[in-house]
């Protein structure tokens, strides 16, 4: 089983350049989210997804950018990448609209970003 | 706002002692409680939750957790650690009124031989 895949697994940005981290799930979830997790911070919550056609900013929205047109993608789009955005990124979903439904969220391997 | 506080940033057991991993919470009614886990280079996998009813709950790998209203925590607990539960554990609970789960910080946990 697929379950959610990330890809890349490891990318090197220039500041300034944009790119795209892709995130897919095969389990037909309807809540996807987006963390980035950095040393001594935990995990902090970026954008997050109830439905396809729905978004909405979590904790450390700003420098992100996210769409939700199928329920398998959620793609994270960084449009001028800085050094502070250097992180290992995290795309988790679960069925239904939120973690009181199962209480469990099934993450990706995670993608590290380094932005010189 | 919802808030959760792991105050060890790193502990270190020798090979089959115990453990107990503290988490502390800052929620006005009732919260919902996880414990994940992350191996090096992996994602997070869930350990156990804990929604209602029994304070004590049981989890995968022979982990344990209880629930304490009046100390506000959710420690989790493991009579004798094996050299491969090394590895970074978070606690978190359920916030916000989109219902999100908000991460603690991390204790990374170091298993002597």
């Known amino acids: 089983n697929a379950g959610v895949t990330q890809t890349p697994k490891f990318q090197v940005l220039k500041t300034g350049q944009s790119m795209t981290l892709q995130c897919a799930q095969d389990m037909n979830h309807e809540y996807m989210s987006w963390y980035r997790q950095d040393p001594g911070m935990g995990l902090r919550l970026i954008h997050y997804s109830v439905g396809a056609g729905i978004t909405d900013q979590g904790e450390v929205p700003n420098g992100y950018n996210v769409s939700r047109s199928t329920t398998e993608d959620f793609p994270l789009r960084l449009l001028s990448a800085a050094p502070s955005q250097t992180s290992v990124y995290f795309c988790?979903?679960?069925?239904?609209?939120?973690?009181?439904?199962?209480?469990?969220?099934?993450f990706g391997e995670g993608s590290r970003l380094t932005v010189l | 706002a919802q808030s959760v506080t792991q105050p060890d940033i790193h502990i270190t057991v020798s090979e089959g002692a115990s453990l107990e991993l503290r988490c502390n919470y800052s929620?006005?009614?009732?919260?919902?409680l996880f414990w994940y886990v992350q191996s090096p280079g992996q994602g997070l996998q869930l350990l156990l939750k804990?929604?209602?009813?029994?304070?004590l709950v049981q989890g995968i790998k022979g982990f344990e957790a209880e629930f304490k209203r009046s100390q506000s925590s959710f420690n989790l607990r493991k009579p004798s650690v094996h050299w491969s539960d090394a590895a970074e554990y978070f606690c978190a609970v359920v916030g916000g009124s989109q219902g999100n789960l908000i991460f603690g910080k991390g204790t990374k946990l170091s298993v002597k031989p």
């Open positions: 804990y929604f209602s009813g029994d304070t």
């Open positions: 988790a979903s679960t069925p239904g609209r939120g973690q009181m439904n199962t209480g469990e969220l099934f």
């Open positions: 929620y006005g009614a009732t919260p919902y």
